[in-house]
């Protein structure tokens, strides 16, 4: 009896662990299964953001010329009827919902906007730094942090021509100038202008007059006054850029070789204004914030560039 009831009870404890050990299996079984569904639909939903950001991309970019085009069509027939004139839109905002994730597009008109590798070229550093503090406004200014690549061109050709025994500096236009500042973080404290602003999207607000991608000269036809007034007083007094930035807000049909004529008082200014001015844009650029309810966000910016020999490139960067 003592023998029976002793494998008794060994079997009911046997059958015991083998329950605990069976839930215990089952509970880690079931985790692995979470974890594996959730990171399924981790990489379905972020699967969704880079296939939409770059589908956008492939139909945008490519167009954003004729997008330009024609909104300054649109805009020299409204400056053609008085009082009718509005700001000529540099950027382009929109949003689009595509299978549960949100696509805030924001397409751009780099050659409108303040190009800081020619400010850098032609001013240096200090400068560069005022102008950016001017163009951005004291609390996005507080998180410049310039890095360039290389140094200005103005101090190389200094150089040389104290090598030379000449005084004078080289006032040939150049073709193309070496990217100082090849990304934004080379410009800007990311960090620190995130926490400035408020907002770790703050870049695309941020940048609207100001770029690294430009091709050269402001576009006049579609910068804003006061990229124009920075961009002129790169060459002339303040006075001058403020006078030149008026004369264009009230006569915006005035070409830039009437400009350059009437605010160049020598002919060292006027090829420099003109190296800092033009009237044509051939670099555009999109950003795309691709966001998910209870998923981040994957931000990219891409830029299409023509180059002097007539090659389009495109660069992207993720944030």
Not at 135 to 141: D, I, R, S
Request: hydrophobic share 40%; proline share 3%; with cysteine.
């Amino acid at each position: 009896m003592r023998t029976e009831r002793g494998r008794s009870g060994y079997v009911l404890l046997a059958v015991l662990a083998v329950m605990v050990l069976m839930v215990t299996v089952l509970a880690t079984l079931s985790k692995l299964s979470l974890r594996r569904a959730l990171a399924a639909a981790d990489a379905q939903v972020r699967l969704q953001q880079r296939l939409g950001a770059e589908s956008i991309e492939r139909v945008l970019l490519p167009q954003a010329g004729k997008v330009f085009d024609q909104l300054e069509e649109q805009a020299d027939a409204m400056a053609e009827s008085p009082g009718a004139a509005s700001p000529f839109p540099r950027q382009i905002r929109g949003a689009v919902t595509i299978g549960g994730v949100t696509f805030d597009v924001v397409l751009a008109d780099e050659d409108a906007k303040l190009n800081l590798n020619q400010v850098y070229h032609m001013t240096g550093q200090r400068r560069t730094e005022t102008t950016l503090g001017e163009v951005l406004g004291p609390v996005a200014a507080r998180a410049v942090r310039l890095l360039p690549a290389t140094r200005p061109i103005t101090d190389a050709l200094l150089e040389s021509a104290a090598d030379d025994g000449s005084e004078e500096e080289s006032d040939q236009p150049m073709t193309e100038i070496p990217r100082a500042f090849r990304s934004w973080g080379e410009v800007f404290d990311l960090s620190r202008l995130s926490a400035s602003i408020g907002s770790d999207a703050a870049l695309p607000s941020v940048s609207g007059d100001i770029t690294c991608w430009g091709g050269g000269g402001l576009n006049l036809r579609r910068a804003s006054e006061t990229s124009i007034q920075a961009a002129a007083a790169c060459v002339l007094s303040d006075a001058g850029a403020r006078r030149l930035a008026s004369r264009y807000k009230d006569n915006p049909t005035t070409s830039l070789a009437i400009l350059v004529q009437q605010e160049g008082k020598t002919e060292t200014e006027r090829l420099r204004l003109l190296r800092m001015l033009s009237e044509t844009s051939t670099h555009f650029s999109l950003w795309i914030d691709a966001s998910a309810v209870a998923r981040g966000s994957m931000r990219t910016f891409s830029v299409m560039r023509t180059t002097d020999d007539g090659l389009t490139l495109n660069e992207r960067f993720s944030f």
